[in-house]
């Protein structure tokens, strides 16, 4: 931070004398200008456009008709389902995340960079895929359907095989944030916290967690957004069972498909709602983070 | 100064014994069969090059690491099993390892919190404690700061602080000084030693650091490749080094090659007078201080050499000089009236020097006496 103080002295100093300065490793104000023209443009055409008609949509024929999509019983069922889902998969992915990571960051142990490339499988194989994969695990004519319909279990076309391509689809990203972070902060403050005293346990709560906190709130946020918004696998597993099985965006696909376009952009809206929720959060966090970080040494 | 009344139960000091201590990390051994006997109150430096199982030995007697092989005897009680929580032992770690999150009082009262309801202090206890010790290492008032706002030298304060909160009963240190700059450590070795003197700790730390060794500890243990080299006080290591390896790494040292036959040391041609009685003969090394090679009156001296350059010094000259037979010069004082001129050849008398003949193994091992 120093440097950069130094630099704008120097630049002020020079401007002063009416020198001209450039850092060397600036590009010319053409190059800067069109690269971000560029990026600005793509996120208008590609990102803001679309978020703006999911609201234009939906409340294109008045806040009344908005509401309404509210009280259809299949629609709030979708949004129960939904939050039901999200409230097993993500405390789920959080404590095997912590576990995980953990036991990367942490121990040494054979097959350690095995474990790392099958925490990313759910990001680089389809969703669909990883439905599919439960339907024949679970399913009727699955590997376990006959010994589940035995005794009498249902978890394809059910709440548990929802929750369980959810889980699927989700748990790289509590994870994935956890193991880079834990993996620069090593084990050092934790033998520390264990010579003077303190249970494995008790270092976790207070030396590891607040270590992480920000992170792992951070993955859990990412994980949140995507559990209640995976559509793929839960797509395959759940059987589209009105008011049974269809979570918020297999219920917006429906009303999609039926033409019902203030409903189905209405609930549309409360994903688009809870990913700028989620954005705002995150981008809060990261200024509280920074603030953490190098806030307190700043005062000094 | 009751901070060092609440230690003063520790007074005496813990003795630690370690006995055959082996460690493997994978195939590369990092200690091999360590034996070593700490007195109660003794300060000990581990030192040795990187890699040398100094740092290993310090976990070990921490209880972090577990060894393969061996024992570690805490007062006479078998050690080896007890969990680190339950050792006592005060670490300072390399860099300090200070939470982050927590100002530095409540990192020094860390460990009282942690404990047990059953042994925790009350919280005025606690804060009592804290303020005691913030005072003892001179960093009053700076309770509410946070790590991230000392200096490096402060920071090794409040570990120091942290670790003594807990009454340990022995002090580890690891590389204690090695991240601070050149005056700060200075001070903190002076430093250091009082805090010892004053809380008669049993206390280990570890260093790469000659200097810092010599000058702080009462016995020096030279580690290399994961074995002891020698045990001993700081004039034994500099006077009677038991290894080639101790030699070198204590101080600076010239090696020559040389044969020894009938109990004669020639080098290069020439006879040196060193006493061989006892040992065999064959190829040996000769390792002397650069202080203990003089120039001797003509006609005499063990060795003979070039004058490449000539300087002033306050006291005469220093002269850089080439032996026959050796591939690097030396600097040499000498008395102005024995100068000699530049390209002439000079002789060169040995004081004091050690030999160490090759085994069968072709290493320079049990010392001979020398001169």
Known sequence: ?300 | MDALAATEGSKRGTSIRIEGVEQDFGAFPALRDVSLHIQPGELVALLGPSGSGKTTLLRVIAGLNSPDRGRILFDGENATNLPVQDRHVGMVFQNYALFKHMTVADNIGYGLRVRPRRTRPSRAAIKARVTELLQFVQLDGLGGRYPAQLSGGQRQRVALARALAIEPRVLLLDEPFGALDARVRKDLRRWLRDIHKQTGLTTVFVTHDQDEAMELADRVVVLNEGRIEQIGTPEELYDRPASPFVISFVGEAVALPVTISDGHVTFGGRELHIDTHGLRSGPARVFFRPADIAVAAEGSGDLEGRVESLRRTPAGVRATIAIDGYDQTLEIDSPLERSASLGGRVPLSLAKARIFPADENGDYVNAGDGI
């Open chain 1, 1 to 300: 931070m120093s440097d950069m103080s130094e630099m704008s002295e120097i630049a002020v100093a020079s401007s002063g004398r009416g020198v001209k300065f450039r850092p060397v490793t600036q590009d010319s104000s053409f190059a800067r200008y069109t690269l971000i023209a560029t990026a600005v443009l793509f996120l208008a055409l590609f990102l803001f456009a679309p978020l703006a008609i999911v609201f234009v949509e939906a409340f294109s024929k008045g806040i009344g008709h908005f509401l309404t999509a509210f009280d259809d019983p299949d629609a709030r069922a979708a949004i129960r389902l939904t939050l039901l889902v999200a409230a097993i998969a993500v405390p789920a992915n959080l404590v095997f995340g912590l576990a995980a990571s953990w036991s990367i960051a942490k121990f040494s142990f054979p097959g350690k960079s095995v474990l790392i490339t099958l925490i990313d499988l759910p990001f680089s194989v389809s969703p669909v895929v990883a439905g599919l994969v439960y339907v024949l695990v679970f399913g009727g004519q699955g590997l376990f359907g006959p010994w589940l319909a035995a005794h009498g279990v249902q978890i394809i076309f059910a709440v548990p095989g929802i929750v369980l391509a959810t889980i699927f689809v989700t748990f790289p990203f509590v994870a994935r944030e956890l193991i880079p972070l834990m993996e620069e902060q090593g084990k050092i403050e934790e033998e520390a916290a264990l010579t003077l005293g303190a249970s494995g346990f008790k270092t976790f709560l207070t030396v590891t967690l607040p270590n992480i906190k920000w992170g792992l709130l951070y993955g859990v946020l990412l994980c949140n957004a995507r559990a209640m918004g995976e559509f793929g696998a839960v797509s395959v597993v759940s059987g589209h069972i009105r008011g049974l099985t269809n979570t918020i965006p297999l219920q917006v696909e429906i009303l999609y498909n039926e033409y019902n376009n203030v409903a189905a952009f209405a609930l549309a809206v409360l994903l688009a709602g809870l990913a700028l929720v989620t954005l705002g959060l995150k981008t809060f966090l990261e200024w509280r983070h920074a603030d953490a970080l190098f806030g307190r040494a700043r005062r000094h």
